[in-house]
């Protein structure tokens, strides 16, 4: 299909230059991650979402009321990169939240490096990491300290059994450095991410597939859905966790907080 470009730019309220730069970059993903939030509500109701980008453009584009998962916000973010003159490889994460020394995760992380015609830098760019160490701005690919207010992440070189690179991003949060995720630049395709959107939306050891999980960037907070505790982070990083008594408490709170209508049985 013809990406509808204008359509994107006005769903997620960005009215700045249509140039492939950096600086297009950076508001480009703060606005989409405030605009779109990140939920699962497809999976948990037994549904593999589509990532076609005619889908995903109704889904998410046209359709104000519901958000998506990585390969859902990732997908559409790289087309209208792509729509804008940024070269864009995507690539494959693992996902080190949670994880113990030794663990080995499989890649199940949809993630963007962009380039542009007149920057000799490479940028990771993510709209689609829905944790509190999610990246609100693009990172040039340097092992380095990088500050996005409120938050603040590094990117590492780390030892690997490959011939390839691995890099990690971490993030400062609780007084500590944490692995978010770690990739490499070789790049995955869109069967790669069919084969791995499907296994995670459908495996009944898929995180995914078991509980409603919301996450919804604002410019002053974050608020996370997970089963029925919702927490509202502020950027100073006080925190408040309440739980919600049942599954009509939910359904509220996603159209009240998150701004998502529920589709029939999530």
């Known amino acids: 299909m013809d990406f509808d470009l204008d359509a994107y730019l006005a769903r997620i309220g960005y009215t700045g230059e249509r140039t492939a730069t950096a600086a297009t970059l950076g508001a480009l993903q703060r606005t989409h991650i405030y605009a779109i939030p990140f939920e699962n509500l497809d999976p948990v109701r037994g549904v593999v979402p589509s990532l076609d980008l005619d889908d995903l453009t109704a889904k998410l584009v046209h359709g104000t009321t519901r958000g998506g998962y990585c390969y859902e916000h990732n997908t559409l973010y790289a087309a209208a990169l792509r729509a804008l003159g940024f070269q864009v490889t995507v690539l494959a994460g693992r996902v080190l939240v949670g994880a113990k020394p030794g663990d080995q995760r499989p890649r199940t992380h949809m993630l963007l ?154």
């Open 113 to 266: 490096l962009a380039e542009t015609p007149d920057d000799p830098h490479r940028y990771l760019t993510d709209v689609g990491f829905g944790s509190e160490g999610a990246l609100l701005d693009p990172m040039p690919l340097a092992p380095a300290d990088v500050r996005d207010q409120p938050r603040h992440h590094r990117l590492s070189i780390t030892p690997a059994d490959s011939p390839l690179e691995q890099w990690v991003l971490r993030a400062f949060l609780d007084g500590q450095w944490r692995d978010q995720y770690s990739f490499t630049v070789e790049p995955f395709y869109a069967p790669d991410f069919g084969v791995i959107n499907y296994y995670i939306a459908s495996s009944p050891r898929s995180p995914f597939s078991s509980r409603v999980y919301a996450c919804r960037t604002y410019p002053d907070r974050q608020l996370k859905l997970d089963a029925r505790a919702f927490t509202v982070t502020q950027n100073d990083g006080t925190s408040v966790t309440r739980d919600l008594a049942d599954d009509a408490e939910v359904r509220q709170v996603l159209a009240d907080e998150f701004g998502i209508v529920a589709p029939p049985q999530a």
